[in-house]
């Protein structure tokens, strides 16, 4: 996905003898200021809960998806007067300043930010539900419900139905529909969707709960009665709870539900993580199924076995990179009986990266053994967006191993194979600031050197005008496009001189200098080349 806040580096290869001149032009708007990054986003119907300080204020959005009455409260044990509510429209105007007690605000449709502080340590619970959404007589018409609404239906004759929107999350939630019938009447209430068929009867629970990232489902409340009414609310969890590195936790599937999922948070690279599962005795095996993903939704372990099995439990996840990522533990057979189990993430984080100054050398040994695989880990200060930067490296050609640069510990945005790669990687740095070097040993036992050069910003290239320069035969010149305006059109027309090899490719990079599906090339072996794409909108 092509982010409206991208910058895109711009390569060009001349494959000839001999210098030329490349001139090349740019057909698209001028950029615009990118906009702040917005502050913890939370969902409507979520319990946010986090400790507060004097000394740090939090500041939190979320969307209103329409105009109604939205119901702010601390649900936790906070003393009254020691938490101030701020509340913020669009616009930056001020709607409330006052303490954090249960309060009703009517809100137009749209982002709003809160600004919670406290007088005294506490911990905040934070639930803010909103008058919003309506069911529907009319299967054919269904009303709209959303996370965090709260629906009062009076004189009901018969099924009512609603849309239930669940914006998309990269983790899995618990969602759950409560639904308060007047005293002394019953309904069945069903929900419908992509992942999720599940019917209840009010007679038995007031709750219906099922796992979602996100979707539309069909919400169908039917009463026993002829005439009655009640109260429908959705709530949502929210991010799952935090699993912390070499602590143990203990935990349960509930008899009603198929699942439960983490969260961890490395602040380190981890070259392994062990992910382990005990405590599952149970009468008969159970098949369950491990899965972990990043924050992005990609997977990077997905794992089954039968609680039988031995070892019962042990997972192993490679190249763990600072950031956040979901774990999620699911019994695959139906059964009517919870299924206790303790889980453990452990592992040692490489050794503490070791700053490399601009233009500076440092010499490293490097030993590849039977029983680990070194890594050593780098890091250098880039002072200026737009810098080139060279990571070359003076060894042996013969030895076996592999150089990545990124922005967190670990990350392999550059990269460079050795021995059959080149020795040096070269990039345009999307932003300023630290990047990391990470040297993996594949086998033998040899010493290096690394280098880091920050040379000046390559050029920008001009918005809807020319820009000229020159490039020697197979080598690669480098400019800069920052793009940030979404649903634009953009071109790029390289031209060279008659019976030249000129080759034009792009490379998307976000504003974290993390790489976007923008990957595109020009035809090779001609002398003027053309590459075109439409940005996308903002994510």
Do not use: C
Not at 49 to 66: G, S
Not at 70 to 99: I, K, M, N, S
Not at 243 to 258: H, M, Q, R
Request: proline share 8%.
């Amino acid at each position: 996905m092509f982010s409206a806040s991208v910058r895109l580096i711009i390569y060009l290869s001349l494959l000839s003898l001999g210098l030329t001149r490349v001139t090349g032009a740019l057909y698209a708007a001028a950029p615009s200021p990118q906009d702040a990054r917005p502050a913890i986003q939370i969902m409507l119907g979520e319990n946010f809960a986090q400790t507060l300080t004097p000394e740090q204020p939090l500041v939190l959005t979320f969307d209103a998806p329409e105009e109604g009455d939205y119901q702010f409260q601390d649900t936790g044990t906070t003393p009254d007067g020691a938490t101030t509510l701020v509340v913020r429209d669009v616009a930056g105007e001020t709607l409330y300043d006052g303490p954090l007690v249960p309060t009703e605000l009517r809100l137009a449709a749209g982002n709003h930010q809160l600004m919670i502080s406290a007088a005294q340590e506490v911990q905040l619970a934070l639930l803010i539900m909103g008058q919003i959404g309506e069911l529907s007589p009319d299967a054919t018409v269904p009303g709209v419900l959303f996370a965090g609404g709260i629906v009062e239906a009076q004189n009901v004759e018969g099924a009512l139905v609603g849309s239930l929107i669940i914006p998309q999350t990269p983790y899995a939630q618990e969602i759950s529909l409560n639904i308060v019938p007047a005293t002394g009447e019953s309904y069945l209430t069903s929900v419908q969707g992509a992942d999720v068929n599940a019917v209840i009867s009010t007679d038995e629970t007031n709750q219906l709960r099922f796992i979602s990232r996100g979707g539309l489902y069909q919400v169908i409340v039917q009463p026993d009665s002829p005439v009655t009414s009640f109260t429908l609310a959705t709530q949502v969890s929210g991010p799952p709870p935090l699993l912390p590195i070499d602590a143990p936790v203990t935990g349960v599937i509930p008899a009603d539900a198929s699942s439960v999922a983490w969260r961890f948070e490395p602040e380190r690279f981890y070259p392994t993580l062990s992910i382990q599962l005990n405590g599952l005795d149970v009468s008969a095996p159970v098949n369950l199924e491990v899965h972990v993903e990043d924050e992005q939704g990609v997977t990077l372990y997905k794992q089954r076995y039968a609680t039988g099995s031995e070892p019962q439990g042990t997972n192993l996840l490679e190249q763990i990179t600072p950031g956040r990522y979901f774990l999620t533990l699911t019994r695959l057979d139906e059964t009517d009986t919870e299924l206790p189990f303790e889980l453990a993430l452990t592992g040692a984080p490489a050794p503490e990266s070791i700053p490399i100054e601009n233009g500076g050398e440092i010499q490293g040994d490097i030993a590849v053994t039977e029983a680990a695989a070194p890594i050593q880990l780098y890091r250098f200060n880039v002072e200026q967006t737009g810098a080139l930067i060279t990571v070359s490296r003076t060894d042996s050609a013969e030895n076996d191993y592999v150089l990545n640069v990124g922005r967190k510990e670990g990350e392999s945005l550059w990269r460079a194979a050795l021995p059959l790669g080149a020795p040096t990687i070269q990039f345009v740095a999307p932003e300023a600031g630290p990047y990391y070097v990470t040297l993996l040993g594949s086998q033998g036992v040899f010493s290096y050197t690394l280098q880091v050069l920050e040379s000046a910003p390559v050029p920008q290239i001009n918005v809807n005008g020319l820009t000229w320069g020159d490039v020697a035969a197979g080598d690669v010149t480098f400019f800069r496009l920052p793009l940030v305006d979404a649903q634009r059109w953009v071109t790029l027309l390289l031209a060279g001189s008659n019976r030249t090899e000129l080759d034009l490719s792009i490379n998307g990079y976000d504003e974290t200098g993390k790489p976007v599906e923008v990957r595109l090339a020009s035809t090779p072996q001609s002398s003027t080349e053309v590459v075109s794409l439409i940005t996308d909108g903002p994510r």
